[in-house]
């Protein structure tokens, strides 16, 4: 019995390994197996990319970390900035979400009879660049490069602005150009293009002026040119009551040559209500609530001579500005700042959540 157990022994030895059974090995989505590992992949293809991350900081702004929306979102914690992202394709930065609510609750309570608009005309309606890509032009621009005065005198007028001597520039236009206003007129209007006016433009303008509140536009260059392009750019039947354009405007002797210009001369320095109420030459409305409309970090200084309880300000930011770290400047200094070119979806959304 013994040497059978042992040939028994001898034989199981000598025999090959039998693969294990099917029943022996992890079946991976049973039951019973669910807690094991899964084999390693032998496929080549590339692992699945990360999730994506939050949004990169934008250059020269060092706030608190920019959240991404749609729409003003007011969360609890801190009051972190909000992009918000317009569906005519612009990006706007919401510094203070919370303090921009509550300045907008202020204005709905007081109304529209306690509501004035103050707005850059060059670098708030107009936009910065063309379709094309170039830089576009300034009102005063415009009519130095439209062909309709001499080109010494237009080359003199240029250099005398650049040195900020906007007085002595009228009156060399006043003097030497020699130009009629109707010829102006003809030689400004193919040029428009270089001038364009942002998107969406008017919806702001239309919805003031449906409840009677007063716009002040500013302009350091000429009011005839700004005035024009509003015509001839959209408002076609002409500017609104309720709008006003603080700017220069030409005057035409008997002969239809420009003759002399409107005082005070309005420059980058006095672009003001106190220059307004001097150039409209009377007692401006009183009104407790003011939206500020700016393109430069500086568009506060619009405000002097305006007595206002809330002022909310916008700021329409140029992109390489924000790029090359002016970003904490507009951010610090207003409670919308619209990027680049963008349209003006946001500012006609935020009136018309001020004026109900």
């Known amino acids: 019995q013994q040497q059978q157990q042992q040939q028994q022994q001898q034989q199981q030895q000598r025999a090959p390994p039998q693969p294990p ?9 049973g039951d019973a197996f669910s807690s094991a590992e899964p084999p390693p992949s032998t496929s080549s293809a590339p692992p699945p990319p990360p999730p994506p991350g939050p949004p990169p900081p934008l250059d020269g702004y060092d706030g608190f970390p920019v959240v991404v929306t749609e729409e003003v979102v007011e969360e609890p914690g801190p009051d972190r900035p909000q992009l918000l992202l317009q569906g005519d394709g612009g990006v706007v930065l919401v510094p203070r979400p919370r303090e921009l609510a509550a300045k907008k609750q202020s204005m709905r309570r007081a109304g529209p009879s306690q509501l004035q608009v103050l707005s850059d005309f060059e670098g708030v309606l107009t936009a910065r660049s063309t379709p094309s890509g170039e830089a576009a032009l300034t009102t005063a621009e415009l009519i130095e490069q439209s062909g309709a005065l001499p080109p010494p005198v237009a080359s003199k007028i240029s250099s005398l602005r650049a040195e900020g001597n906007a007085e002595e520039a009228l009156k060399t236009l006043a003097r030497e150009g020699e130009v009629g206003f109707s010829q102006l007129a003809q030689a400004l209007a193919p040029q428009w293009a270089r001038m364009p006016l942002r998107e969406g433009w008017e919806a702001p303008l239309m919805a003031l002026a449906r409840v009677g509140v007063p716009v002040y536009l500013f302009s350091d260059g000429y009011g005839d040119v700004a005035g024009q392009a509003m015509t001839q750019q959209g408002l076609s039947g002409g500017l609104p009551n309720n709008v006003w354009v603080v700017s220069n405007f030409l005057r035409v002797g008997p002969d239809g040559v420009v003759r002399g210009y409107t005082t005070p001369v309005i420059t980058p ?36 001579g305006l007595d206002a309880q809330e002022v909310l300000k916008v700021g329409f930011c140029p992109l390489e500005e924000a790029l090359g770290g002016g970003m904490q400047a507009f951010a610090e200094a207003f409670d919308v700042v619209v990027l680049g070119d963008g349209g003006m979806a946001f500012v006609a959304q935020l009136l018309d959540d001020i004026l109900g």
Request: glycine share 12%.
């Open 21 to 29: 059974s099917f029943r022996d090995a992890p079946q991976w989505g």
């Open 269 to 304: 320095t006095n672009k003001n209500m106190t220059s307004a109420a001097a150039v409209m030459e009377m007692a401006l409305p009183r009104r407790a609530m003011a939206v500020l409309l700016g393109g430069g970090s500086s568009a506060g200084d619009m405000l002097d």
